[in-house]
């Protein structure tokens, strides 16, 4: 993976999840709180996903094959969508039964009272350092934008991804108290129905949304805007007019394709035009901090901006 910021984030939320997960199935088997049983899965869900992506990063730094001949980049936007589709099964659609079933066939916890308020509280500390974590790391990487265009906008999914599951779990947990302290509070079962359900519409929503997001990576964003500018700008120079236009992609987060058409001067040589196109590669590779795969064809500029 390239950016060790977002390996950092999925181990330290892997970590946190298979210790949180354990807890909590602890805390299920003694009461048979449906709250607890929910955000168990959710934490099986999570660790699952989070071990995902540390494969995907892995296999996406594979060299390029005669198949895939522009890499494996992708890989990791493929392990992001799974990840959405296991969020929305595995945590959302269960929390959801698990509810269901309980709202229909309620029973108190009448037993180990005390267990599942101090597991979801050390979970809260848990999932809030890895949260803090993916925060620090989303700071180092997300530069003037803001946290919210940061998952909107970045074409690397690890950190993003993770933000997405800790905010969600870290709410989850509040439903969880929630659920289970009125359910102690009252006698009545109904509640832990309540908190096993709020889980289950929060993880959906946010599963829903990362597929989204992942749906057009896959389908191939351009660059960045700010990247986009900044190539564009570099290929003028010597020999090189102006950019008559141009197209960009990301191949995977840290790889983009770039193909442009440029206007020359009618009165170059093939080896003049071969050197400004040389040069401009250079200017362009010296001004992204990216892997590049770019193709540039000479071309002459009409006055109606077409090229003839």
Not at 198 to 212: D, E, K, S
Not at 264 to 289: G, L, M
């Amino acid at each position: 993976m390239a950016a060790s910021g977002g390996t950092r984030a999925v181990v330290v939320a892997l970590l946190a999840n298979i210790g949180i997960a354990i807890a909590k199935f602890g805390g299920y088997l003694l009461t048979g709180s449906s709250s607890m049983l929910a955000e168990s899965v959710h934490s099986v869900a999570d660790s699952s996903n989070q071990a995902l992506l540390l494969i995907a990063g892995k296999r996406a730094t594979r060299r390029a094959s005669e198949v895939h001949q522009f890499g494996y980049g992708r890989v990791r936007y493929v392990a992001a969508f799974v990840v959405s589709i296991v969020l929305f099964t595995l945590g959302g659609l269960f929390a959801l039964y698990e509810a269901w079933h309980k709202y229909t066939d309620p029973h108190p916890i009448d037993s180990w009272q005390w267990v599942p308020i101090a597991v979801l509280l050390i979970a809260v500390a848990m999932e809030s350092f890895a949260l803090r974590t993916a925060v620090i790391e989303a700071n180092h990487a997300r530069g003037k934008m803001t946290l919210r265009q940061y998952v909107r906008q970045s074409r690397s999914p690890e950190i993003p991804v993770i933000l997405l599951e800790d905010t969600g779990a870290l709410c989850g947990l509040v439903f969880a108290l929630f659920g289970v302290s009125m359910t102690l509070a009252t006698g009545d079962g109904r509640w832990d129905a309540v908190g096993s359900a709020a889980i289950g519409v929060l993880l959906v929503v946010i599963a829903v949304f990362l597929a989204i997001e992942m749906h057009s990576m896959l389908i191939g964003e351009s660059a960045l805007p700010a990247h986009h500018d900044a190539i564009e700008a570099s290929l003028c120079g010597e020999g090189i007019d102006r950019v008559i236009h141009m197209r960009t992609m990301h191949l995977g987060p840290d790889d983009v394709l770039v193909a442009a058409k440029v206007a020359v001067t009618a009165t170059d040589s093939a080896d003049e035009v071969a050197q400004a196109i040389n040069a401009a590669e250079a200017r362009v590779r010296a001004a992204v901090p990216l892997r590049l795969q770019i193709y540039i064809e000479p071309d002459l500029f009409r006055k109606d901006g077409r090229a003839p």
